[in-house]
């Protein structure tokens, strides 16, 4: 175990999990890098514009009904609450959830608070808010210029817990901590588990379900009623009495390995809740997996057996058939690595050939200290050793790869990513739902959806024409790793 | 008429090593000389100027932005003996924000203002905290705001180690229009080793010093009446060092690049002089810093 709650802050991927943004090569030699004390990272002698990590932590906590975000940075760090204000409050009313008690706020620093410091603006803040929206928690977020200056949260968070009676709790998502925007998923839960959940007062049947949006939550609540317990999809969407529980619960998943790890390991690490490593549920294998592992730590293997079978003797003839129209597809992906692996073993098994893959980062092991189950499973099943390339969403180093591949489509996570395949004329999917794939019936949907997408190419080929590229034909004539130094500097 | 020339000075040095009351006292000795000076404080504790008006703090420029982005000059321009104009930059509480950001923005916000043009000054005079710990320090010696640097350092090792610091930053600004080194104000000079480490400190680096200032009671004593020696004294024989130092640095135009030592090469040199300083306390006379 590496997850360290007893320290104030979650450690960065680069150090705790060995985590990469620059690497290319193909899958195995990436697998065969990661068993020798690498894989090691390669730094870019230029890089666009990325994420800050803050925007995943700040992004995901701000989903919580009943909690505020006060972001303690400039207004301009804050812009993740334009982006969620919106999606917060659509995804609440879709399930007649009250957020009236959750907002995010920034402290607005400015120069004059850079010089001298300003934790006692911080402490204003946290205390108007919770006199206007009476939260049930506060999340503050730390930022670039908090963090050079030292701003004191942890102290300021104490006093004004004693003072309000409610959790404040500091998220340490400093944007020079680290080029993995994912650290911020880990520095958010840090800031769950050591603030808001509770020890268990008593046993309940609910399984922690770490997942994004819950866009499959009526679905997998049927399923799970089969084996006796209930879902609580975290953390969107959940109140912090809900979090508070956590540690009462009978396991935890999630749908993506690189969002699940930190609080999967630490629920376990510090209240023994089982952390079920599998597959996530993407495809056939997917499911079986995800299920599976469950089933073994409810004891009701039987169950889950008989409701995959059911699956597979519904969907199973259908996906063969459409199989045989995607068999020979050439496509390449880019998304972040447990959703790339997950999605890249589901194509593979609709017959569709992975040419080349780019993931956002790479995990080489999840705080289990074991490699990610999707990506194992790629290692020993793959039929090519397709070509990887690791980059923090590098969006020249993409268009050149779908410049050179040109595959048949191309398959996003982001919806500014898809659009780019477009441009050159490529037909993209962006599956924005993370339960796009989630199991046989999934699976089903998305071999018509992708059936669909290289059949009807008019819109893409339409906008190609149109589009005029802001790279150069020089760009397109280097390999995509052009800007990779080629001394490697190890930073695990 | 073409507009005149400023001139800028930046003083550095380790913390207590005499650099306020050497600043103070260089000030007030242009001021007597006819200059229009102006002395501009970058400590967090804003007392550089103490001594140029009586012992009394004033307020600061960081204290006014607080209220505003823009300086008024009479909220943060004194003046003190002699008409000497005095400023502090201010700073945050101890253990809170960051100081050098503050002079960042205190020195910006006085430059912004072009307050140096109107007041017609000769000389500004930055008296600068401690060592060059980050890049809110090296202010004064970047973009051209001094044009020379002279940095107080007694004979300790600590003292030169700062010293030698302050050359690194020099260097290192020295391609990009940044402040030069005029050279080193030597203080605390009485012992004969102590003139000898220095003198071979500056041969080591490529520098010179500028003056020797001895250790003195009357200066002390003139601080705690809240006084420069200047003021104070102005007949002793310390006053007149500081009148020469004055003149020195008045006449002085070439400043150059220092070439500090590296890590492994300072402490070589400081080996080298602990084994000359037991070999004159043991009474082993082997070399003229024995001071025979």
Redesign the interface.
Known sequence: MVVNLKSHQSENRESRLGSITGYNGTLRDLHTQSGCGGPQNKERCFSQASLCNAACALGLTSFIVDAVIVQHSPSGCAVTAMTVSNATDQLAATINLDNSKSAYVCTDMN?????????ENLRKVIIEIHKRYQPKAVFIGASCVSG?????LESIARELHEELGIPIAPIHCEGFRTKIWASGFDAAFHAIINHIVKPPQKKTNIVNVINFFGGARKEITEIFSRFGVEPLFIITNTTVEQLSKLSESVATMSTCGTLGTYLGSGLEEAYGVPYIRSLQPHGMAGIESWLGELGKVLHKEKEVAEYLAEEKEKYLPKILEAKKKLTGLKAVIGMGPAFNFNTTRALQELGIEIEYSAAWHFDKQYDDSKAPNAFQYLVENSPNNYKMSVSDLQNNELLNILNTVKPDIFFARHTGSAVWAMKLGIPAICLYDEYAVFGYKGLYNFANAILDSVTNRSFTENLAKRVKLPYTDWWFKQNSDYFLKKEEVNNA | MAEKKVKQIAIYGKGGIGKSTTTSNLTAALSLAGYKVMQFGCDPKSDSTNTLRGGTYIPTVLDSLRESTIVKPHEVIYTGFNGVYCVEAGGPAPGVGCAGRGIITAVELLKKGRIFEELDLDYVIYDVLGDVVCGGFAMPIREGIAEHVFTVSSADFMAVYAANNLFKGIQKYSNSGGALLGGVIANSINAPYAKDIIDDFVAQTQTQVIEYIPRSVTVTQSELQGKTTLEAAPNSAQAQVYKRLAEKIAAHTQSKTPKPLDVKELRDWAAKWGDNLLALETGEIRSEAAGI
């Open positions: 120069e004059a608070d850079t010089v001298f410091g300003a934790t050079v200056i030292g701003e004191d």
